[in-house]
């Protein structure tokens, strides 16, 4: 039997991007949550001298697996041995892999609703069932342990997201220990999503391994790393479980990208270049907080991390998609529809992506004014 997964509607957002911009359009593309940074200077000099030398073929990079445990007790305080570490295709086959290792068909899985497209269409193609928690402002949407100590009956597992995608929101440290607790008191499994990690405004983000160590982690190089098409990522389990995750990455992707495992043992130590990619965030963040409820935005999550603002246009439309489409159309800025995000709600949401350069956000500010102006006076 297959699996009815719903669309990721930004996928047509971009597509109708790409077309406007073969038309000799101006796009400021703002759907998708990728760095418009490339790899650090390091990486990619790394990357040609091993195109040059080595062949290259199926891999698993040992020091890489090794650095990533050194990152974890520098950043964390815990410790990760490189047996536990599964290199991956991207985070995408990372959350696969964690789910299809860890459970069963029909078990339920709780998450967070806003939340990422992936999450409910992964469980569902595996035959998973699903279990969206509405959260609102009141959780600064997202999940609380109080949420789930009251579920009756406990789902099989939960996935957690801080930041989060599309809020931008994080869990803080005592809501994480509680989460935890909760979980364990009740066999719940945690996935955490932390592909956001080091890419935060305020305190910093906090593993779940250090309140939970039986947590599947999911990572990538990505967002932070700026490695978005290098297509690498990771996979953080027990011990115990690690000889099943390995057999089922083995089985269906074989193994992550050899040049991009080269490439990103540099890139982890190219902090520098990386926090300054984190000081471009952070000022097109502010120019974004500044510029919104100036447009009439005043309703949006806290992004405390990430690199995306979650908005109300409630006031505008209830078809967000159709809303992202005229947008686009009439100003060249490509915006994600909520419903991607949450199929209930969503529809009177937007997401921006601020991981543009400063100049494509002021650009973007000065299309959207006039736009956002006269779509209010028209809805007086």
Same mark, same amino acid.
Request: aromatic share 8%; with cysteine; hydrophobic share 45%.
């Given at each position: ?44 000099? !790394? ?9 290259? =073929? ?18 964390? =305080? ?11 295709? =991207? ?112 305190? !910093? ?79 097109? !963040?502010?120019?974004?907080? #500044?510029?919104?409820? !100036? ?18 246009? =409630? ?14 159309? #009439? ?50």
């Amino acid at each position: 039997m297959s699996a009815e997964i719903d669309p990721f509607y930004a996928i047509s957002i971009s597509g109708l991007a790409q077309r406007l911009k073969a038309e000799g359009r101006s796009v400021i593309h703002m759907e998708f949550g990728q760095p418009s940074t490339g790899a650090p200077r390091a990486a990619i000099a !790394r990357a040609h001298e091993v195109l040059d030398a080595d062949a290259m =073929g199926y891999w698993s990079s040992d020091p890489l697996k090794a650095r990533i445990c050194r990152h974890y007790a520098e950043t964390y =305080g815990v410790s990760v041995e490189p047996i536990q570490i599964t290199l991956t295709c =991207g985070a995408s086959p990372a959350l696969v892999l964690a789910l299809s290792a860890t459970f069963q068909p029909g078990d339920v899985i709780a998450m967070a609703r806003p939340g990422y497209v992936a999450y409910r269409n992964n469980v569902k193609a595996l035959h998973m069932v699903p279990l969206e928690i509405p959260c609102g402002p009141e959780t600064r949407y997202q999940l609380d342990a109080a949420t789930l100590a009251s579920l009756d009956p406990a789902p099989a597992g939960v996935i957690l997201a801080s930041p989060a995608n599309p809020t931008g929101t994080i869990i803080p440290p005592h809501e994480l220990e509680a989460i935890a607790r909760v979980c364990r008191e009740r066999g719940i499994r945690i996935i955490s999503d932390e592909i956001y990690h080091g890419l935060s405004y305020g305190e !910093r983000t906090h593993s779940m391994l250090e309140y939970e160590p039986t947590a599947i982690v999911v990572n990538s190089f990505s967002k932070y790393f700026s490695m978005a098409g290098w297509r690498l990522g990771w996979l953080i389990v027990p011990r115990a479980e690690a000889a099943r995750a390995i057999a089922y990455m083995g089985a269906l992707f074989l193994t992550a990208p050899s040049l991009a495992q080269h490439a990103a043992l540099v890139a982890m130590d190219c902090r520098d270049e990386l926090e300054g990619h984190l000081q471009t965030y952070r000022r097109n !963040r502010e120019l974004l907080l #500044d510029a919104l409820p !100036r447009l009439g935005l005043k309703k949006i999550a806290p992004p405390d991390g990430a690199f995306y603002v979650y908005a109300d246009v =409630g006031g505008l439309t209830d078809d967000s998609l159709a809303f992202c489409r005229q947008l686009l159309q #009439d100003t060249g800025v490509a915006t994600a529809p909520g419903i991607d995000f949450d199929p209930v709600d969503g529809r009177r949401f937007i997401r921006l992506s601020f991981a543009v350069s400063t100049p494509e956000i002021e650009e973007a500010i000065r299309r959207l004014t006039p736009w956002f102006e006269a779509a209010w006076a028209k809805a007086a």
